[in-house]
C-alpha cells in the first residue's frame, strides 16, 4: 500500500496496530511515524519497529495520509486543539475512542475533515483483534476499504451503522476482560483439583478457544454447540445448572450493559 501512516499515542493497542502493520509490510517502517509523550517510548518504538518518530504531534499529523488517534478518550480534545489546523481534507483520521461520535469529532476539527470511528481489541496484538468501524460522509468507499486493508493484518474488520459502535464497545472491545475472568476462574478451580497452574491455564485457555472456533466455523446456535456438551445426566449438566442458580448469564448480560451505558455516556 502506497500511503504514509501516522499514529499519535502508541500504548498497548497502539503497538498492537504498529506490530502488525510493520509485520505485515503493508507500510514500509519509513512511510510510518509515531508520536507520544515519552522519549524512552519513543526510542523503544523505533528500535523495534525501524519507524519514524516525533514527540510532535503536528509533525505527525502533516506527515500521514492515514492518521490514527490512539491516545485516552480523555486527551482527544486537546490533541484535536492542537493538530486541527495541520489536518487537511485529504487526509484520513481514524479514532480508536470509545464514546467520541462522529458528529463531535468533526465538531472538534471545526471543518469538514474525513473521519473513520473504529473500535479495535486487545487480541490484535497477536493478530487475532475484531474491530467494528463507521465513517462520515467525507470517507468514500475505496478510502474506507483501504483502511480496512490496512487494518486486516492485525484485526477482522466490519462496518457497522455508527449507532451500534457503542454496541461493539460492549461485546467485543471490553469483552477480552470478561473472558480473561473465566479463564482465570476455571483455571483456579483446576488448581483446587490438583492441577497445576500452568498447566490448568493452557486447559482453560484451549477450551476457550476451541469453543470460539466451534461457534465461528459451524456457524451452529451456541446454545444448540451447549446441548451437544450436556449427556443425559452427565458431569457438565450438573456444572450447568450451578452457572444458571448463580447467574452467569444475568451477570454477563448486566455487565455488558453497564459497559454500553459507560460508553454512550464518555
Known amino acids: 500500500m502506497n500511503m504514509k501512516i501516522g499514529m499519535i499515542g502508541c500504548g498497548n493497542m497502539g503497538t498492537a496496530m504498529l506490530q502488525g502493520i510493520t509485520a505485515s509490510k503493508k507500510a514500509l517502517p519509513q512511510d510510518i511515524m509515531v508520536s507520544c509523550r515519552t522519549a524512552a517510548t519513543l526510542a ?159 486447559f482453560a485457555s484451549n477450551a476457550v478457544l476451541g469453543s470460539a472456533r466451534m461457534v465461528l466455523e459451524t456457524g451452529m446456535h451456541p446454545g444448540e454447540l451447549k446441548d451437544m456438551v450436556c449427556s443425559p445426566g452427565g458431569t457438565t449438566i450438573q456444572a450447568v445448572r450451578v452457572l444458571e442458580e448463580k447467574g452467569m448469564r444475568s451477570s454477563v448480560f448486566e455487565a455488558m450493559m453497564r459497559c454500553l451505558d459507560s460508553a454512550r455516556g464518555m
Not at 60 to 70: E, I
Not at 79 to 97: C, K, L, M, N, W
Not at 166 to 172: E, G, K, M
Not at 188 to 198: E, F, I, K, S
Request: aromatic share 8%.
Open 44 to 202: 523503544e518504538k523505533q528500535m523495534t519497529y525501524g519507524v519514524q518518530i516525533t514527540g510532535d504531534n503536528r509533525r505527525v499529523a502533516a506527515f500521514a495520509d492515514v492518521l490514527f488517534l490512539a491516545v485516552k478518550p480523555q486527551f482527544y480534545e486537546s490533541v484535536i486543539a492542537e493538530i486541527r489546523d495541520t489536518v487537511t481534507e485529504g487526509q484520513t483520521v481514524v479514532s480508536i475512542a470509545p464514546g467520541k461520535s462522529l458528529a463531535w469529532l468533526s465538531q472538534q476539527f471545526e471543518k469538514p475533515v474525513k473521519v473513520i470511528r473504529a473500535m479495535p481489541n486487545t487480541p490484535a496484538m497477536i493478530g487475532s483483534g475484531m474491530m467494528g468501524m463507521c465513517a462520515n460522509d467525507g470517507v468514500s468507499a475505496e478510502e474506507m476499504a483501504q483502511v480496512r486493508e490496512l487494518c486486516s493484518c492485525f484485526s477482522e474488520t466490519e462496518v457497522v451503522p455508527e449507532p451500534l459502535m457503542d454496541v461493539v464497545t460492549a461485546v467485543s472491545g471490553s469483552s477480552p476482560a470478561y473472558v480473561f475472568m473465566f479463564i482465570e476462574a476455571m483455571a483456579d478451580a483446576a488448581v483446587a483439583g490438583g492441577m497445576p497452574r500452568a498447566q490448568a491455564y493452557r
